[in-house]
């Protein structure tokens, strides 16, 4: 973390988030953020009025600056809006929350790329409203307050919900449980049990239909949306992330989705994959799925929206309706030596060396 003296010096010393306040604790140095300093007269320890009014360096917020260079990244965001919360009644949620625990996805943005505001909630304490955070006015628990790196938080369940509460649609709030899911930041049980805690909890049906078509086994955004489509289409619920064996044991490939009852396999193709590398690689796994039986399609950006994906299914469970039983030599049953990272509490499980073997995604 830098502090935000004269534009382009960087200092790497941990600041807290106002020194002037002893309520505020200094924040963990691990998330590389530039905390905002008020106007300095001596320009010393922050920007002079006039070196404000410059285009040197941006204001975050009433009072507080950062240079200009800093991008608004969203832990930036959060740590522009977290200088304000000089009373321990006021905790980060939501998103912001989820992103200053670790959830790489949390971006706090709409699907119009448009920002989202910093959600804060607060057991009764008042903070005057500013266009980069959203008070809440629900009560909140302070029992569900915690320190994160610095930072006073809600709980992982908490930020969860309140975030898949007040997504814009049950597709984006399963995105979200989905996201939480990749990070390893919440079980579908921790979540369950948060809900049926607060029942008075606004929207709570949609915590209770998330957690019914969330999958804790997806790996980016793109992969939640393509398997809700499929099963819209198809009423079945595909495979997530599910590696594929031959007969002698032999891992395969591990498809982005797999229907087990048609043997069709489905990849979303991002950026990454449009480089000759990557190409090389997508051309490889689809030659070992079809090796074994498996009948694989791609989807890339815009097929959800302009109905391509339907027609690239129906295409390919047509051509998997032809392979011959003989010939389907594939199976997901992992061996004996295979471990499973399938769910949250598997991946809980592993120790360090074990994550660096068995979650290498990709």
Not at 77 to 88: F, I
Not at 127 to 132: D, F, G, I
Not at 157 to 178: G, K, N, Q, W
Request: glycine residues 6%; charged residues 30%.
């Amino acid at each position: 973390m830098e502090s935000a003296g004269r534009p382009g010096v960087r200092r790497g010393t941990v600041r807290s988030m106002d020194e002037s306040s002893s309520r505020c604790p200094p924040v963990n140095a691990r998330h590389r953020v530039t905390i905002p300093v008020p106007i300095d007269p001596s320009g010393s320890r922050g920007p002079t009025k006039r070196q404000a009014a410059s285009d040197d360096w941006r204001r975050t917020s009433r009072g507080f600056y950062v240079p200009s260079h800093v991008e608004p990244s969203p832990l930036q965001r959060v740590a522009e809006v977290a200088v304000l919360l000089r009373s321990d009644r006021i905790a980060v949620t939501g998103w912001a929350a989820l992103a200053w625990r670790g959830d790489p996805w949390a971006s706090g943005r709409r699907a119009d790329g448009s920002l989202t505001p910093v959600d804060l909630t607060s057991t009764h304490a008042l903070l005057k409203p500013q266009p980069a955070f959203r008070l809440s006015q629900e009560r909140a628990d302070p029992r569900e307050f915690e320190v994160v790196d610095g930072l006073r938080v809600t709980t992982a369940p908490a930020a969860v919900c309140f975030a898949v509460r007040h997504a814009t649609s049950l597709d984006a709030a399963v995105e979200v449980l989905d996201m939480a899911y990749l990070a390893d930041l919440v079980t579908p049980e921790e979540v369950g049990e948060w809900a049926r805690a607060h029942p008075w909890q606004r929207r709570r049906p949609r915590v209770a239909a998330a957690l019914e078509l969330a999958d804790e086994n997806a790996w980016s955004p793109q992969e939640v949306h393509l398997r809700l489509a499929w099963l819209r289409a198809t009423g079945r619920r595909p495979l997530t992330n599910r590696p594929v064996f031959d007969s002698s044991g032999r891992h395969v490939a591990t498809p982005d989705l797999l229907d087990p009852v048609t043997g069709v396999a489905g990849e979303y193709d991002g950026d990454v994959h449009l480089t000759r590398a990557g190409r090389r690689r997508d051309l490889g796994r689809e030659q070992a799925l079809r090796a074994v039986g498996l009948e694989p399609f791609t989807v890339v950006a815009g097929d959800l929206r302009d109905g391509r994906f339907e027609e690239r299914l129906r295409v390919a469970e047509g051509r998997a309706a032809r392979v011959a039983s003989a010939d389907r030599r594939w199976t997901v049953e992992p061996p004996d030596w295979w471990v499973p990272t399938f769910t949250v509490a598997d991946r809980r499980a592993l120790s360090p060396h074990e994550r660096r073997i068995w979650l290498r995604r990709g």
